[in-house]
Nanobody, 123 residues
Framework: EVQLVESGGGLVQTGGSLRLSCAAS????????IGWFRQAPGKERKGVSY????????HYTDSAKGRFTISSDNAKNTVYLQMNNLKPEDTAVYYC????????????????WGQGTRVTVSS
């Protein structure tokens, strides 16, 4: 059974940092792509970043470039999203998701999802 469990969310002030974790199980970690998405209240879920586990290549959407860093610890089957210089507009529920082979920032392309972790950035 594929499972993704996010953690690390919380309340932080503008300019602060958080590190989100996504612990994965139930599939061959190295063959897949892990993506981070976020969904603000009343808005659609949007891609933030993804990492291709096999070669470590990464991709960031404009909202994350320069502030967020995605990484993986393959020994722990865990992907991280380091978020720095957080802004109120980063407030959302953050989800990790998994798909096979090709990277994508489209939520519809992903097959399995975690339950989400809430990030709130106060001004």
């Amino acid at each position: 059974e594929v499972q993704l469990v996010e953690s690390g969310g919380g309340l932080v002030q503008t300019g602060g940092s958080l590190r989100l974790s996504c612990a994965a199980s139930g599939f061959i970690f190295e063959d897949y792509v892990i993506g981070w998405f976020r969904q603000a209240p009343g808005k659609e879920r949007k891609g933030v970043s993804y990492i291709m586990i096999k070669d470590g290549s990464t991709h960031y959407t404009d909202s994350a470039k320069g502030r967020f860093t995605i990484s993986s610890d393959n020994a722990k089957n865990t992907v991280y999203l380091q978020m720095n210089n957080l802004k109120p507009e980063d407030t959302a529920v953050y989800y990790c998701a998994v798909k096979y082979y090709r990277g994508s920032t489209e939520a519809a392309d992903y097959d399995y999802w975690g339950q989400g972790t809430r990030v709130t950035v106060s001004s």
